[in-house]
């Protein structure tokens, strides 16, 4: 008994036996949805076509029949791994068969059509928020790359003026490509240099004796009234990812190829030092200046109701900007050429 058993299962398990036989039911069945689909869409009817067997399975199938055969000569049937006979119709034979090499065609591209259509998904449009002029790229495929993994409010080490090392609660510093601006750097800029050009700005202060509203909500309220498009930028809208009390995340996009850049509002941990702030792009060299006119854009309004930021310019900043202008001056975009 314990031999046989041991038989059986060999047998069930063959790669011959199980994995063929499983491969040959999977696809029968796929062929047949496609068939009554496309039976469907023609009004219906009947349709004879038959299926091509590897000859493996023909000398299995072979030796099952004239097994059956000699066990049952009373009887006629039919292996459950083969298809129906077709059926008999009026048409030629010429007709017949072309009918079954068309059904055939239909079956094999209509499964590759579905695959493709599935592992091919359509472009990701802009957000809900976008200039109207984005539904003319909205098939253009998107880079919108990935966001850093340690993105948010974290123990971040910099250098201080004194060539000691601090660690304290910040947003995420810049690599030293001109395309990112933050509140975390090292206190020197021979120190900031070394990693590219020059990216820190001194934190956001908000009016003493405001009339009561809390700063992260009062930068909220500004950035949610932002106007996609002003300066030639983002375009393609911007969406608020997280809000907590303390913080305050955004994806910015841009119109054409959809560029993703990820800006952050954080509250400090020292009460004096105001809003910590961090805008930067996720792929590419330069911005073109888009990270300095957005951040401008959203300061100006603060300013007006009496907050202390500085604007980034080419005296602050001088390395970013020209780098900025002699990607513009490169480029063939008139629109990045013509940016404010």
């Known amino acids: 008994m314990h031999q046989s ?61 004239q097994q059956q055969q000699a066990s049952k000569s009373s009887c006629i049937s039919v292996p459950k791994n083969e298809p129906a ?18 059904m055939l065609t239909k ?22 928020n976008a200039i109207p002029d984005s539904k003319t790229y909205a098939d253009k495929p998107k880079r919108r790359g990935q966001p850093p993994k340690d993105i948010g409010l974290l123990p971040r080490t910099t250098e201080t003026a004194a060539d000691s090392s601090i660690t304290q609660l910040g947003v995420r510093t810049c690599d030293g490509n001109p395309n990112c601006f933050s509140t975390t750097g090292d206190a020197l800029l021979v120190d900031r240099q070394t990693r590219g050009v020059d990216f820190l700005i001194r934190p956001w202060v908000p009016p003493v004796g405001g009339e009561g509203e809390v700063p992260l909500r009062a930068v909220a309220r500004v950035v949610n009234g932002y106007v996609p498009g002003q300066g030639g930028i983002d375009g393609g809208g911007f969406t608020l990812v997280t809000e907590t009390e303390s913080y305050l995340y955004y994806q910015f996009e841009s119109l054409k190829k959809g560029f ?78 013509n940016l404010e």
């Open 5 to 65: 058993n041991s038989k059986s299962l060999k047998g069930r398990n063959s790669p011959t036996n199980g994995h063929h036989l499983t491969m040959t039911r999977m696809s029968i069945g796929l062929l047949a949805v496609v068939l009554l689909l496309s039976l469907s869409e023609q009004g219906g009817g009947v349709v004879a076509f038959s299926f091509v067997t590897p000859p493996q399975h023909q000398q299995q199938h072979q030796q099952q029949n």
């Open 107 to 128: 079956s094999t591209l209509l499964p590759l059509l579905l695959l493709t259509t599935l592992t091919n998904p359509k472009p990701t449009n802009a957000f809900p």
């Open 260 to 337: 993703i850049d990820d800006v952050e509002f954080a509250k400090s941990p020292s009460p004096s030092s105001g809003i910590l702030v961090r805008s930067a792009s996720r792929l590419g060299q330069t911005d073109f200046g888009v990270n300095a006119i957005r951040l401008n854009a959203i300061a100006d309004v603060l300013r007006k109701e009496g907050w202390t930021i500085e604007r980034i310019t080419q005296k602050s900043h001088p390395d970013y900007w020209v780098t900025s202008d002699e990607a513009r001056e490169a480029t063939f975009d008139k629109d990045r050429r």
């Open 85 to 102: 006979p077709p059926i008999a119709t009026s048409t030629s034979k010429s007709n017949s068969i072309a009918t079954r090499r068309s």
